[in-house]
């Protein structure tokens, strides 16, 4: 099972998360995005971490918050995140711990930009054939 994968929308950027739970699927969309910021996966090691705390009144807007989130951690800590950890997981509320590194150790670059997670298109779903779960964000560039 492929974690992610890269939909191209109009003058935009997007991702499929797919996940065999929704946890999994909250991972995998944060991987999605990290991808396409660095266009490398699970590269840089974890020497910072940051833990946080989530609530939303849908699944669909916790998964928005997340991403949120990390991109705000992104733009204001200038660190790229490749491990997280969902302490506390419901439809409603996340705790969860990021671990990643600075940009600029080890020659890390930023590829593309992230202006912000957007509710443009937004699914999360499951798929009743594969049973997986799956996620589709957009993401405005």
Known sequence: M???EIIEHTADIGIIAYGKTKEEVFVNSAKGMFYILTEEEETCKNKSSYQFK???DTLEDLLISWLSELLYLFETKLVILNKFVLEEFSDYNLI???YGENIG???KKIKREIKAVTYHYLEFKKDEVSKLWRARVIFDI
Do not use: E, I
């Open 105 to 107: 150790h080890n020659n």
């Open 2 to 4: 492929k974690n992610f």
């Open 54 to 56: 989530l609530s939303a």
């Open 96 to 98: 969860a711990r990021v």
